[in-house]
């Protein structure tokens, strides 16, 4: 059973535009939502992470939006640059952070220049 | 962020033979290490979590006896790959929560390719 859904799975996005990654997660237990950037044959880097008592985290271009009650959370990227082009993981844990963390399946931007 | 690093990058090994992958937090204790097993365009997949000076825990399908996680110190976790056979070519990731803190972060991977 998959506890976290990440959609779409790839994103063609120009450059300049807004790419919008969408998760959604079953367990309510889930008190932490990291979002994690990973370019080919590196390891991912934390980018941007939100806790459920707030709706919106904003952090320079990169925006998480969260609604408690549909269980779902977005990030979306302003001003995409084709820097930003890379995958992308939204991740969900329990204990305020301090448990495993349990990944969706994986966004491939691609930010065309 | 904080930093941690993974020894070595990449490493070519004959069928059979062993291997150990290095991991280290830089700049804090990490209390507990996760490793993690990513084939190509597909998400990471968790093996095991280790807390310093216990035995690891290992997720359900994971053989501990043929990977071997130690976590002697709170900067140094090891994972070693037994009698490692192709189907053990993978990219192995680690990642270190520090005490007292909630992010995970991420070592840059290890490429494993068994011949």
């Known amino acids: 059973q998959q506890q976290v859904k990440q959609s779409p799975q790839s994103l063609i996005v120009q450059k300049g535009g807004i790419s919008i990654i969408n998760c959604a997660y079953e367990?309510?237990?889930?008190?932490?939502f990291p979002w994690y950037q990973q370019f080919p044959g590196k390891g991912p880097a934390l980018l941007i992470a939100?806790?459920?008592?707030?709706s919106e985290k904003k952090e320079g271009r990169f925006t998480i939006s969260f609604n408690k009650s549909a269980k779902q959370f977005s990030l979306h990227i302003m001003d995409s640059q084709p820097g930003d082009s890379a995958t992308y993981f939204c991740?969900?844990?329990?204990?305020?952070?301090?448990?495993?963390?349990?990944f969706g399946k994986g966004t491939m931007l691609l930010v065309s220049p | 962020g904080a930093v941690v690093s993974q020894h070595p990058s990449r490493v070519i090994c004959k069928s059979g033979t062993s291997v150990k992958i290095e991991c280290r937090s830089l700049?804090?204790?990490?209390?507990?290490m996760f490793w993690y097993r990513q084939f190509p365009k597909q998400s990471l997949m968790l093996m095991a979590t280790?807390?310093?000076?216990?035995?690891?825990?290992?997720e359900q399908g994971v053989e501990k006896d043929k990977f071997l996680i130690n976590h002697a110190s709170l900067t140094l976790s090891t994972l070693t790959v037994t009698s490692a056979h192709p189907e053990d070519s993978s990219f192995y990731i680690c990642?270190?929560?520090?005490?007292?803190?909630?992010?995970?972060?991420f070592g840059p991977g290890t490429r494993l390719t068994v011949t």
């Open positions: 990642s270190a929560l520090g005490q007292g803190r909630y992010e995970q972060y």
């Open positions: 367990n309510t237990a889930f008190d932490y």
């Open positions: 939100i806790r459920p008592d707030v």
């Open positions: 991740a969900a844990s329990m204990n305020s952070g301090y448990s495993t963390l349990t």
């Open positions: 700049d804090f204790q990490a209390t507990t």
């Open positions: 280790s807390n310093e000076g216990s035995k690891a825990t290992y």
